[in-house]
């Protein structure tokens, strides 16, 4: 009759434990009876043992940091998803005309209060440095005291001040043609205080209400057609160089053209600019990247970004990158100006960055970011991509089908087209390199090939080890 191996103290059951164990390599502790062999046999699986043990180790702790350094891969799914499924991009057109002499003209008639004793045409100018570089050490820091006493005195504010001297909309979008309709461009287009002054923004739920910028929680985008060239956005601009301040007109006389998800406010990521006197075709490519629900179970940190509604943008409501990005500068501005920037949808009023905040705003501009920024990118999210070719408008007159007669064509006008190259978008699939499940697995196979280690081993551990507890309590 076989003996009871789960009787005895604590060495007989570790004994009995390694020659009946399912763990392999243990048995040779004790297998050979003479003193000889059992010392040889120990030493080496003891050394062997060790060894794999350390070997698993290894690799267990690589295959964990590449699970929690880089957990998602992007993959493409399809280049052929229907373009109809996409919105089209926010488009924001900016006049490099930000000061013109009427609007300064009227402004001064309307300055009836206040110490009127100034150089208004001289000195208005200085107020572009809220978005452009100027010789912000040449100016005197009475005279921006002077202009803000002024503008407070009649009840004006700064952003009113800005979107009344900056060309209108009205006055640089002379024509606008969608989808194979000429539209009124103020259906279409609605002003926008931007970083780059104002402008004119297509397909966004933000726009000037003549007091701040605003967010429009109940827009709807366009959506996008697969007709290209034959659907394209077409505006002709001009930006009356000759109404102008002198030396007040920015980008050299370039339109900027800005293209953002419209959701976003705008940002500088897709931009272009285009000459005056020039047609231009922007062909837009889209790509939609979007993540698995593994990704979205990870951590933001782990997955190395921020689904929308994860984490709410004072400003801006949800989370998109470029959003993140403007507050990074606003935290900067204020941490050293203390004040916020004009452009900032929902800022109120005597929060923002008055005349003489001006040089302090040059300052900022000009150097590295003093906050801690930490903006993940989207884990889903609308990227566009523009190719832009330019011709010139010497052909015009000979058009068989002129659509622009009506416009009388200047040195500084332009024509753009904007339209997407061809009726699909690219997917793009953000996927984990491993699960959970497949993190534990691969583990496993690690130990199960170095070691012929099991779950059912631990098992064995437990279990025999509560028996040695159990029989020294018991004796």
Sequence with gaps: MRKNVMKGKFKTLLKNFCLESTYPGLKYFYLYPDCISRLFSRGFWAVSLLLL????????????????????RISIK????????????????????????????????????????????????????????????????????????????????????????????????????????????????????TVHGLCCIFNSPYYFNEKRNVKD????????????????????????????????????????????????FPADDMNKIVYPNTESFMMIRATHTYCTDYVMELDPN?????????????????????????????????SECHCLP??????????????TDIPCIGRVRLQNFTVECNCLRDCVYNQYFVHMSLGNLHALPYMLLNPYESVNFTNSTSILHMYFSGPSFVKKKQETVMTKVTLFSNIGGIFGLCLGFSIISIFEIIFYISKAIRNHFTR
């Design 342 to 355: 004009l452009f900032l949808p929902q800022a109120k009023t005597d929060q923002v960055c008055n005349i």
């Design 78 to 193: 399809t280049q052929h998803a229907p373009l109809t499924e996409l919105p089209y991009p926010a488009i924001t057109v900016c006049s490099p005309n930000q000061m013109t002499i009427a609007a300064v003209n009227h402004l001064n008639k309307t300055l009836v209060n206040g110490n009127r004793n100034i150089d208004l045409n001289e000195n208005i100018p200085h107020l572009l440095g809220f978005h452009e570089r100027i010789k912000y050490n040449q100016i005197n820091a009475s005279t921006l005291q002077h202009l803000q006493g002024l503008i407070n005195a009649n009840r004006y504010t700064v952003r009113e001040i800005m979107a009344l001297v900056a060309q209108s909309c009205d006055d640089f979008l002379k024509l606008c043609i969608f989808q194979q309709e000429r539209q009124d461009c103020r259906k279409l287009f609605r002003p926008l205080i």
């Design 302 to 334: 782990s997955r190395n970004c921020t689904l929308e509604n994860e984490l709410d943008l004072i400003y801006f409501d949800k989370y998109r990158n470029s959003d993140c990005d403007h507050l990074c500068y606003v935290r900067n501005l204020q």
């Design 53 to 72: 043990y350390v070997f698993a180790g290894w690799l267990a702790v690589l295959l964990y940091s590449r699970f929690s350094n880089g957990p998602t």
């Design 217 to 264: 929680h109940v827009f709807e985008p366009h959506m996008a057609t697969t007709l290209g060239r034959a659907d394209a956005l077409t505006v002709v601009v001009d930006y009356e160089p000759e109404k102008a301040m002198d030396y007040t007109v920015g980008a050299g006389g370039g339109i900027r053209v800005y293209f953002t998800d419209w959701s976003e």
